[in-house]
């Protein structure tokens, strides 16, 4: 799926766009391919019929002009079948990635960041520029003066265009630092 910008500028990319857009663009591309898939399955009941009755004229003799006719256009509907029924397959991987991302969008926007995160990543920036611009996690865990499991919490609320986060090397398993962009 191509997410592309309302606004004039040629360089804004899906990063820059409001998740409602966004939201919106994946609902309609969500619509526009179940009703695709809808037409695309009715297409194959037709031709599943036509199957039916190849096989069910498979026992009169084909030497009938009008017959071989019949039977040359079912062969090649035949692979239109299974053309179309691949379709529908990929449609519906593509309709349930869709509502992923949709589901997906709708969580963040649960999870709003509030005031105190926002102050907390503040501190975070003036933290790691002041230090050379990274951060052991365990040390900014004790900096910020917030417990382990805020901290994750914390991360995951930070932008990932400024923030890197790392294994530290040659520390212990587990170790991470914070790099500030």
Known sequence: MKITSNSNNPQSSAASMNPIDIQELILKELQDLRSERQEL???LNALDALQELKHNLA???VDRPHLKIGFSR???TLYDIYKIHTMILDLNENVQSLEQRINAIEEGKREANGNITAKRIEKIKKILKSNGGSRAFAQLQRDLGISPSQ???LVKCLDRRCFEVTKR???KRGE???ILK
């Open 59 to 61: 026992g009169y003799e």
């Open 169 to 171: 090397p040659g520390a």
């Open 74 to 76: 079912h062969t090649n």
């Open 176 to 178: 991470k630092m914070l």
């Open 151 to 153: 901290f994750s919490r």
């Open 41 to 43: 399955s009715s297409r």
